[in-house]
């Protein structure tokens, strides 16, 4: 999608404002870079419409490129499309808070259970997990041991008991505990059919839920928001759970559910550990897909780790470009930290999807650049310029840490460029001004 994009931002080089007849042929790429990613054609239509409606009457800016002002209605278009704001999970004012997770097998709903119960636990909710899939003795193991993975009780009643039984007992056995919130796990099957949803309506008549949300598979394309209209008619939805967006998934799914189910998506998941669960951000989202990279989640992963002032500081340094070696270090251990590199390197500015080789040579080259930046001074690190000046300095970086002058040189160069990279990006995510497109 990203690449696809950037053809459309290409063709709009040289020209002075957006006309009829200038942007058809990047709406064209837009077009097609909207089917190839699998969102549905009345929506990419309607896009296309609204993009090129608001482009031919947008006029002359001054100090912006036409293509800098396609990509601020592109980006602005898409945030609306996805639903615009964030959309939180509702809590019960009185006792606990229910909610029912549905949606076909193999989707990710039980690993989805104990996600979003070591979420809520970090913000201070006492969880109870309750096995509601009783066609496969697995199933209970399955929600049992990631109960405990993530401290979190599980209510189990066997595999003779009747979903909606068991869900009854307990929603009791949570009230008794005066826990905040029930997450209920039901199964699954690999299609829709009327057993499924019979016995979905019955479990959501015994619980009276809060929250119905319907976990979909990302990698499903088109097929999620269809998926989320059809359990949106037959029982009820509150709104999504969108899964596997670590994975090759195109982005069509995240980009379809809300325009066509008319349900927000509320939460991603991003991969198969307990933390890879987060809010829905519609507008980071398309920050992503525009491949401006998702500085402002890396950001807020960064902060998890490292100090709040930390964090402050960096913000307040990227947008002065005082970026420096220190700040670096600090990043690339946060990123160490947060665990596998390869969730974090697609929200790295100018880094896109990777494959498994990338990253590992990524992986491989945080180590190295760690090395070189442990061979500087501190006044070296602090003020790259020194090292820009002097050769002399670079040499000895080069023989402190065992690499070649030219890596010095490249990772000197390069901070240079994140620097400028990293505030433009930050200008565009709070609303300032628009990013440069020139790579
Ligand atoms: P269920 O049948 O809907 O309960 O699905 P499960 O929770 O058992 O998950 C099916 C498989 O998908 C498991 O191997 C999970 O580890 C994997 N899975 C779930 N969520 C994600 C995700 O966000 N990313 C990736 N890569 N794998 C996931
Ligand atoms: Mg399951």
Request: charged share 25%; with cysteine.
């Amino acid at each position: 999608l990203t690449s696809g994009l950037e053809a459309a931002w290409s063709k709009l080089k040289g020209e002075e404002v957006l006309t009829k007849e200038n942007i058809v042929e990047p709406m064209r790429d837009i077009r097609r870079a909207l089917l190839e990613a699998d969102v549905s054609l009345p929506v990419v239509r309607r896009f296309v419409q609204a993009v090129t409606d608001q482009a031919v009457g947008v006029g002359l800016i001054r100090g912006v490129r036409p293509d800098q002002q396609l990509v601020k209605i592109v980006h602005d278009e898409l945030v609306k499309l996805m639903g615009g704001e964030v959309c939180e999970l509702v809590f019960s004012k009185s006792g606990p808070t229910v909610i029912l997770l549905a949606g076909l097998q193999g989707v990710g709903k039980t690993t989805v259970c104990a996600k979003l119960a070591n979420y809520l636990k970090k913000q201070g909710k006492s969880c109870m997990l309750v096995a509601g899939d009783v066609y496969r003795p697995a199933a209970i193991d399955q929600l049992s041991i990631l109960g405990k993975q993530v401290d979190v009780p599980v209510y189990t009643a066997g595999t003779d008991v009747k979903p909606s039984e068991i869900a009854k007992q307990g929603l009791a056995d949570a009230k008794k505990k005066k826990i905040d919130v029930v997450i209920v796990d039901t199964a699954g099957r690999l299609q829709i059919d009327k057993t499924m949803m019979d016995e979905l309506k019955e479990v959501k008549q015994a619980l009276n839920p809060t929250e119905v949300l319907l976990v979909v598979d990302a990698m499903t394309g088109q097929e999620a928001a269809a998926l989320v209209t059809t359990f949106n008619l037959e029982i009820g939805i509150t709104g999504a759970i969108l899964t596997k967006l670590d994975g090759d998934s195109r982005g069509g799914a995240a980009l379809s559910v809300k325009e066509v189910s008319g349900k927000p998506i509320k939460l991603v998941g991003r991969g198969e550990r307990m933390e890879d669960l987060e809010p829905f951000y519609p507008d980071r989202m398309a920050g992503r897909i525009l491949g401006m990279g998702d500085v402002l989640s890396f950001v807020e992963k960064a902060q998890e780790v490292m100090q709040q002032e930390d964090a402050e500081e960096l913000q307040k340094k990227i947008m002065s470009a005082k970026f420096d070696f220190n700040d670096f270090l600090k990043q690339t251990r946060a990123v160490a930290k947060m665990g596998s590199v390869s969730r974090v390197i697609g929200m790295i500015p100018g880094m896109g999807k990777a494959t498994p080789a990338q990253i590992r040579e990524a992986e491989k080259n945080l180590k190295v650049m760690e090395a070189m930046i442990e061979a500087m001074t501190p006044e070296e690190r602090e003020k790259p310029e020194l090292l820009a000046e002097s050769p002399v300095r670079r040499k000895r970086v080069a023989q402190g840490s065992g690499k070649t002058e030219q890596q010095v040189s490249q990772l000197v160069a390069q901070l240079f460029q994140m620097r400028v990279r990293m505030k433009n990006l930050m200008g565009v995510m709070q609303g300032g001004s628009i990013p440069t497109l020139s790579n």
